[in-house]
C-alpha cells in the first residue's frame, strides 16, 4: 500500500536545491517555510505541516510569510479548508535543509494541481542592487518572456531578462542595478513578441539590498493577468 506521504509532485529550480525525500524522517535544527496560494481554482487552503496548520488560511494571492519549521523530511499538506484532502496531486515528505528559506506555490487550475519549490535566497545582494526571481504560475498561459525594465523602455529595443518562462519552472535569481529612481516597471509578453504585453506592472520601486519573487499569475477577473511580489530578504 502507498503510503498517504511517499510522493509530491513539484518542480525545483533555485540557488540550491530543496531536498526531496519519500517516507517519514525524524526533527532536526530550524529553517523556514513560506506558501503561496497561486491557484485561481482555490480561494481558501490551509497548510499543514505534520498535521498541524501552519499559519492562517490563505486566499487567492496571499502567502503564510515565512513560518519557523523544523528541518529534516516533514509531512507537508496544502488542503483545502474544511477538508482533509491534499491538493497536491500526490501527498509528499517535503525534506528542508536547516538555516534555510524554502517557498512551496500551490499552482494551476483544480484539474492539473502541482507544488512549486524553491530554496530562496537569504544572502545580501552587493550595495546598490536588488536579486529578481521570476515564477510563471500562470495556468492559462504557455511559456513567457519577461522584462524588468526602468519606466519608458521600448521592449523591442532590448532583451527579456528572463527569456521564455514555462508555466511551474522558476527562473533564478538576476543581479540588477538600483537606478536613481530605484524604479522598475515588469512586463510579460509572449516569447518574441514584445509588442504584445500580458501584464504591465507599472513602476515598481525597489531597495538596494532586497531579493525579491516576481510570481505572474491569473487575475480573478476573467484572461487578465497580475503578479504577487514575495520578500526573500529585507
Do not use: H
Not at 491557484?39 to 498535521?51: F, I, K, L, R, Y
Not at 496544502?78 to 500551490?106: F, H, K, W, Y
Amino acid at each position: 500500500m502507498v503510503s498517504r506521504w511517499q510522493k509530491f509532485n513539484i518542480g525545483v529550480l533555485g540557488l540550491l536545491p530543496v531536498l526531496l525525500t519519500f517516507g517519514c524522517g525524524g526533527g532536526g535544527s530550524g529553517t523556514e517555510l513560506r506558501v503561496l496560494d497561486a491557484s485561481p481554482d482555490e480561494t481558501n487552503v490551509q497548510v499543514v505541516v505534520d498535521g498541524a496548520a501552519l499559519g492562517s488560511a490563505l486566499a487567492y494571492g496571499a502567502n503564510t510569510g515565512y513560518q519557523s519549521v523544523k528541518s529534516g523530511s516533514r509531512q507537508f499538506a496544502i488542503e483545502a479548508v474544511g477538508t482533509t484532502t491534499n491538493l497536491v496531486p500526490n501527498d509528499a515528505t517535503l525534506s528542508l535543509a536547516s538555516t534555510t528559506e524554502t517557498t512551496v506555490i500551490l499552482a494551476g487550475y483544480s484539474s492539473g494541481l502541482q507544488g512549486i519549490a524553491l530554496t530562496d535566497d537569504n544572502t545580501t545582494p552587493p550595495s546598490g542592487t536588488i536579486n529578481i526571481r521570476l515564477v510563471n504560475a500562470m495556468p492559462s498561459l504557455g511559456p513567457v518572456d519577461v522584462y524588468v525594465v526602468t519606466p519608458g523602455t521600448t521592449l523591442s529595443s532590448v532583451t527579456p531578462n528572463f527569456p521564455s518562462v514555462s508555466f511551474a519552472v522558476p527562473s533564478n535569481y538576476v543581479n540588477l542595478p538600483i537606478g536613481s529612481s530605484a524604479n522598475y516597471e515588469i512586463y510579460f509578453t509572449p516569447p518574441g513578441s514584445p509588442g504584445f504585453t500580458y501584464m504591465d506592472s507599472g513602476p515598481i520601486a525597489f531597495g538596494s539590498g532586497q531579493n525579491r519573487t516576481i510570481v505572474g499569475v491569473n487575475s480573478t477577473s476573467g484572461g487578465a493577468y497580475t503578479y504577487v511580489m514575495l520578500k526573500d530578504l529585507n
